[in-house]
């Protein structure tokens, strides 16, 4: 009996043997995916763009520049250069790129005046509205009735006119490569507009444009030589001593307020 019980044991543990050879292997797990940006708990991937180049930025590490244009930042804002490739400060610009502010529009005409009729101004020469000259020498009958009576709006547009077609066209000739401010620019363009463009555009020696053609130029001396212009032929007025002034005050201090300066014993 105990030999009989031994046989069963082996032939159990012999069956358990062989049954294990026909059994097919145990599956190894498969490694998970890594997992994919975007998807909760998954590393955050950012752009970051520095010393011009752009690059993402992915748990800490750097993979590398970002393709397309997607990734740029917003381009910077190209600053102003002067002829010679020079970078300006914020505030100067090129003649060219400048125009007549509102304050200067104000500044000139507050100036100037309003006449609606055709009058001989202080040099006697046949003007209209906010200094618009008809021509040269006084006003005759024919010139009133051609141009009978202005609205204010009608002299402003004239004035316009004036400046976009005559002034400032000279300004950017006479100093093409002198940066200037804004309120520089405005300056120019009521002295300018009350003396006549020939001083500023070369066509007339003129002490302005001589300081502002130097190297460097000589901004300093502007408003000194702006106080040249206060004659009306061999006279000196004092209305126009005051304009000087005040060009002078709006190039140094950008201020467009309107002054009463006390006028010397000489000037009229």
Not at 18 to 43: E, L
Not at 224 to 248: E, F, H, N, W
Request: aromatic share 6%.
């Amino acid at each position: 009996m105990r030999i009989l019980a031994m046989h069963a044991i082996a032939a159990r543990t012999l069956g358990h043997i062989i049954a294990g050879f026909g059994r097919p292997p145990a599956r190894r797990q498969a490694p998970r995916p890594p997992r994919q940006a975007g998807r909760i708990g998954a590393p955050r991937a950012r752009s970051l763009t520095t010393l011009g180049i752009a690059v993402t930025i992915v748990g800490g590490m750097v993979l590398g520049p970002v393709a397309g244009p997607a990734a740029a930042d917003t381009p910077a804002a190209v600053p102003p250069t002067s002829a010679t490739g020079q970078v300006l400060p914020q505030d100067l610009h090129l003649p060219q790129d400048l125009d007549l502010s509102d304050a200067g529009v104000t500044y000139l005409l507050g100036w100037e005046g309003f006449r609606a009729a055709p009058y001989d101004d202080a040099t006697g020469n046949c003007t209209i509205g906010n200094g618009h000259l008809i021509h040269r020498g006084i006003c005759t009958d024919q010139d009133r009735a051609q141009w009978g009576s202005l609205t204010r709006d009608q002299a402003r547009e004239l004035a316009h006119a004036d400046i976009e077609s005559k002034v400032i066209p000279a300004i950017r000739a006479g100093i093409p490569n002198t940066p200037i401010s804004q309120n520089q620019f405005d300056a120019l363009v009521d002295w300018a507009y009350n003396v006549g463009p020939g001083y500023i555009n070369g066509k007339s020696t003129s002490s302005v444009r001589a300081a502002l053609l130097a190297t460097p130029p000589r901004y300093g001396d502007v408003p000194a030589a702006l106080m040249a212009y206060v004659y009306s032929g061999q006279t000196r007025l004092c209305g126009l001593y005051r304009r000087r002034i005040g060009d002078g005050t709006v190039w140094s201090n950008g201020s467009y307020l309107r002054n009463s300066a006390t006028c010397p014993q000489d000037y009229l």
